[in-house]
C-alpha cells in the first residue's frame, strides 16, 4: 500500500457523501469520486429529475474538491438484484428493506469491486458506523457515535472481506458536525435534506409502483380472525405489514391488528393488540461478520427493523444458516422480509432475514 493510500467514495449527491470525501481527503487519502447511476421509477423520475440532479450535485462536489469522478451506469443490475427482489418479496408476502440488499450486493458488490479493480485501497460511504480494525486482521462493525443515526443495522450483511476494504470517516462524528463541515466547506449539498424515501421510488407510493409493476399484488382475499371467522375482505396482501392497525376497515369495539399474511391461502389475519406481540423471530441467510455466531443460549441485543429500539433476545442456533431468537419482552411489527440485526454491546455482529416470528 502506497503512502498515501487510494480510496473510491461512494458519492450520492447528498451531504454526508460529500462530507466524509472531504475528511478524507484532510486526513491525507488519494480520493476518488464514485457515483452509481441506479434505476428509478420513471412515473418519479420524469416529473423530479432526481438521477440528473443527483449526478449534478456530486459532480460538482468533486471539482469544487478537486479529485476525479467515475459515473457507473448500473441500472440494469439495480433493477435485477434490488427492485425485482423487492416486488418478489412483497409478492411472497413480506415486508423488505431493499437498502440492507442493495449495500452488499450493489453498493459493495458493484461499486467496491469496481474499486479495487482500478487500484483503490479502500472503498468508502457516508454511513454513520465505525469499524474497528483489530490486530489479528480482522474488523468489528460498531455503532455510530451519533446514536440517533447510527446505520450499522442497515450494514449488517456486509462480510469480513468487504469490511475489511472499507472506510466509514463519519461512523465518529454527529450529523450536526457533517451540516457544520459543509457549509465550512460551500458543499453544494450542505443544505441538502436527507432523503427519507426508497430511492428508486422517491416520493411514489410503493403501492402505485406495485400496481404498475405487479398488478397480481392487488388480488383480493378475505380477512380472517384468529379463530378463523371471516370479518371482511382486502384488497392485496401487499397492501398490509405486518403490526399495522390503521388501513384494515374493520369494525371492532377495539382496534384490530395485522397478526400475518396466509399468502397460500391469500387471507389477511388480524387480531387485537393483545395478540399481535410476539417474543422469538426465526431468521435465515445468516451473516456473521467475523465469522463466528453468538453462543448458543447468549443473551444478545437484536433490532428487528431499522430504527427499532435494541431488545434483549437469547440466542440459538437452528442450522448453519439460520437462527432463533427468544426475546425478553414481547415486540410489535416482526415482519418477515425484514432483517434482525445481532449485537453484542455496541459491535454488530451480523444478521439474518426473518422468515417467521413466535
Avoid at 450486493?105 to 454511513?127: C, M, N, P, R, S
Amino acid at each position: 500500500m502506497s503512502e498515501h493510500p487510494h480510496v473510491f467514495v461512494a458519492m450520492s449527491g447528498g451531504v454526508d457523501s460529500a462530507v466524509a470525501a472531504a475528511q478524507l481527503l484532510a486526513e491525507g487519502y488519494h480520493v476518488t469520486g464514485i457515483y452509481m447511476d441506479t434505476w428509478k421509477d420513471p412515473a418519479w423520475d420524469s416529473v423530479s429529475q432526481a438521477g440528473s440532479s443527483a449526478l449534478i450535485s456530486a459532480e460538482k462536489t468533486a471539482n469544487l474538491l478537486g479529485i476525479p469522478f467515475v459515473s457507473l451506469d448500473i441500472r440494469d443490475q439495480f433493477f435485477k438484484q434490488v427492485v425485482r427482489g423487492f416486488i418478489n418479496q412483497y409478492l411472497a408476502g413480506q415486508t423488505p428493506n431493499p437498502c440492507l440488499f442493495c449495500n452488499p450486493q450493489v453498493k459493495w458488490g458493484i461499486l467496491q469491486a469496481y474499486a479495487i479493480e482500478h487500484g483503490a485501497d479502500y472503498f468508502a460511504t457516508g454511513h454513520y458506523a465505525r469499524i474497528e480494525r483489530l490486530e489479528t486482521g480482522l474488523v468489528r462493525l460498531l455503532r455510530g457515535l451519533d446514536e440517533s443515526k447510527d446505520q450499522s443495522y442497515v450494514l449488517c450483511m456486509l462480510t469480513q472481506d468487504q469490511l475489511q476494504k472499507s472506510l466509514l470517516p463519519l461512523g465518529g462524528f454527529t450529523k450536526a458536525w457533517v451540516r457544520m463541515q459543509a457549509q465550512k466547506l460551500d458543499l453544494p449539498s450542505a443544505e441538502r435534506e436527507d432523503s427519507q424515501d426508497l430511492c428508486f421510488l422517491g416520493t411514489i407510493d410503493y403501492r402505485d409502483f406495485l400496481g404498475r409493476y405487479a398488478p397480481e399484488a392487488f388480488q383480493p382475499g378475505e380477512i380472517v380472525t384468529l379463530e378463523g371467522g371471516v370479518v371482511g375482505q382486502h384488497e392485496g396482501l401487499a397492501l398490509y405489514t405486518v403490526g399495522q392497525r390503521k388501513g384494515i376497515r374493520v369494525a371492532a369495539a377495539e382496534p384490530y391488528y395485522v397478526v400475518e399474511k396466509d399468502v397460500d391461502h391469500n387471507r389477511l389475519v388480524i387480531g387485537h393488540a393483545t395478540r399481535v406481540t410476539r417474543n422469538a423471530l426465526t431468521a435465515n441467510r445468516a451473516n456473521w461478520i467475523a465469522g463466528k455466531m453468538p453462543e448458543e443460549g447468549e443473551m444478545v441485543l437484536a433490532m428487528v427493523r431499522y430504527r427499532a429500539k435494541p431488545a434483549w433476545a437469547c440466542f440459538f442456533q437452528v442450522s448453519e444458516q439460520e437462527f432463533r431468537l427468544e426475546f425478553v419482552e414481547q415486540l410489535r411489527g416482526i415482519s418477515p422480509g425484514q432483517v434482525a440485526a445481532v449485537y453484542m454491546d455496541e459491535e454488530c455482529l451480523g444478521g439474518g432475514v426473518i422468515q417467521s416470528a413466535g
